[in-house]
């Protein structure tokens, strides 16, 4: 998995690739959390190249959304598709996250 | 309005319930996953003040036999006879798998042991009479830490054992039964100061509960995770078309000359519903895991009545041809009954 952060002016866009599973599912929660401590209220995740999601990968999406709602931000997530859409969908979590098709949408849209 | 010897029953009453409940509903609180609604838990106290009361009219009737002396009967008959009827109701949860994990078999006995112990103490306290407020209020206290504790355990002993031997035998039920009853007998004992007694039960209790919330939660982690992660690949397989390749594919197949054709496809469409209500199961866990609410979802009478109906026509042996792939284990079976139950509790019908 890779994730690759771009600072914008309300929030921060992390373009996670690949398989996001039991091993490196920490590193996106470790990325997150980073941002979070720094002020930052609103993450975009762009998942477009998001290949595979596991339930520690879920467990990891949940818990950056509890921490930035606390503080009255969000996890927006967006380019979500195929197999990890599936997932989202099949466990109802998508309904937890505000979901935009792309990320220009999800920027307009804070 | 009423006599100083009531309001003081009151207050001594009070004063030992009050612990115990909040002791309750702090149990009910540090579960994460909220696998009991308050509902529930207020359903199963009610059930303990029940049970106390048959209880209390067997024990009448056993002394008034006049073949045992009262105390012999409270060291040894008694607990005998009061746990065992306490632990029919665990029992009932367990074989209808509305019990899955040690966390809810502790709350559960643990409430069927305080609402037992609210009726004891109302019957128990004003014999107590003299000791003063707060020796009375101890002992009560005691008293209803331990039979909240020894229904507690007997629930824990027995969810462990038939997880851990896969078992659905009734002797899995015995040796949490026989630590229940040890455990209330000697506290009956007359050796014991009353006091000393609830003082070692206050102690002891809290600690032991602490490790087994603990121990029982690491356990959920671990089998939400993984089997997530197993329905999510067998359903993905099923909805990329490439089922048929893959181990359960080809198993499938070997059964058609078992089955009849129509009999076979309402198997896959059971398999497929059973992942797809399994999956959003786990979801939902999740999401109480994290902290956020699980609205009610529309669909899902209708989808639990379909799997109610495939079930019919597949048979018990489609069931168990398909166990090797959707499980069957207790716990497997327990989180569709979890999730019918939080759909009746959100619809305001009983399950």
């Not at chain 2, 078999?105 to 103490?121: D, K, M, P």
């Not at chain 2, 004992?189 to 000393?196: E, K, L």
């Amino acid at each position: 998995m890779n994730i690759e952060p771009t600072k914008l002016d309300k929030a921060v866009l992390l373009k996670v690739t690949g398989r996001m599973d039991a091993e490196n599912a920490h590193e996106f929660e470790q990325a997150c959390e980073q941002w979070i401590s720094q002020g930052t209220r609103h993450l975009i995740a762009e998942l477009e190249g998001l290949e595979y999601v596991s339930s520690m990968g879920l467990r990891s999406f949940l818990s950056v959304a509890k921490k930035l709602q606390s503080s009255s931000g969000s996890l927006i997530l967006c380019g979500l598709h195929g197999l990890p859409r599936q997932v989202f969908e099949m466990t109802r979590l998508i309904g937890v996250f505000p979901v935009y098709e792309s990320a220009q949408q999800a920027i307009a849209g804070l | 309005m009423f006599s100083p010897s009531i309001r003081s029953l009151a207050a001594e009453a009070g004063l030992s319930l009050l612990p115990v409940l909040i002791f309750l509903f702090a149990l009910e609180l540090i579960d994460t996953y909220k696998l009991l609604t308050l509902r529930r838990v207020l359903r199963t106290v009610a059930v303990g003040c029940g049970v106390a009361l048959a209880c209390y009219a067997l024990n009448t009737a056993a002394y008034q036999t006049g073949l045992v002396s009262p105390g012999i009967w409270a060291r040894s008959g008694a607990p005998f006879l009061e746990e065992f009827a306490k632990g029919l109701y665990i029992v009932w949860l367990l074989r209808r798998n509305r019990v899955g994990f040690m966390v809810d078999a502790a709350i559960s006995g643990f409430a069927v042991g305080a609402g037992f112990a609210l009726i004891e103490n109302l019957t128990y306290i004003p014999g107590l009479s003299g000791t003063g407020l707060l020796t009375s209020a101890v002992r009560g206290l005691g008293t209803a830490m331990m039979h909240g504790g020894t229904t507690a355990i007997f629930g824990i002993v027995s969810v462990n054992l038939s997880e851990m031997r896969a078992s659905r035998s009734w002797l899995m039920f015995l040796p949490g039964f026989a630590a229940a009853v040890f455990i209330h007998g000697l506290y009956n004992q007359p050796f014991w100061r009353p006091v000393a007694a609830a003082v070692v039960v206050l102690v002891m209790l809290p600690v032991l509960m602490s490790l087994i919330f603990w121990r029982s939660e690491r356990a959920l982690e671990k089998w939400l995770g993984t089997k997530l992660d197993k329905d999510i690949d067998l359903l993905q397989m099923m909805t990329a078309g490439s089922f048929s390749s893959s181990h359960a594919g080809r198993y499938l197949h070997s059964l058609e000359n078992t089955f009849a054709p129509e009999v076979l496809g309402d198997m896959l469409s059971y398999l497929q519903l059973t992942l797809e209500l399994s999956a959003r199961a786990k979801g939902d866990l999740l999401r109480r895991e994290m902290g956020f609410t699980v609205p009610p979802d529309p669909e899902l009478p209708s989808q639990l009545k379909e799997l109610r109906w495939l079930e019919s026509q597949i048979g018990r042996a489609g069931k168990l041809a398909l166990a090797p792939l959707v499980g069957h284990s207790r716990r497997d079976v327990w989180e569709l009954e979890h999730l019918a139950a939080r759909e009746a509790s959100s619809a305001g019908t009983d399950h």
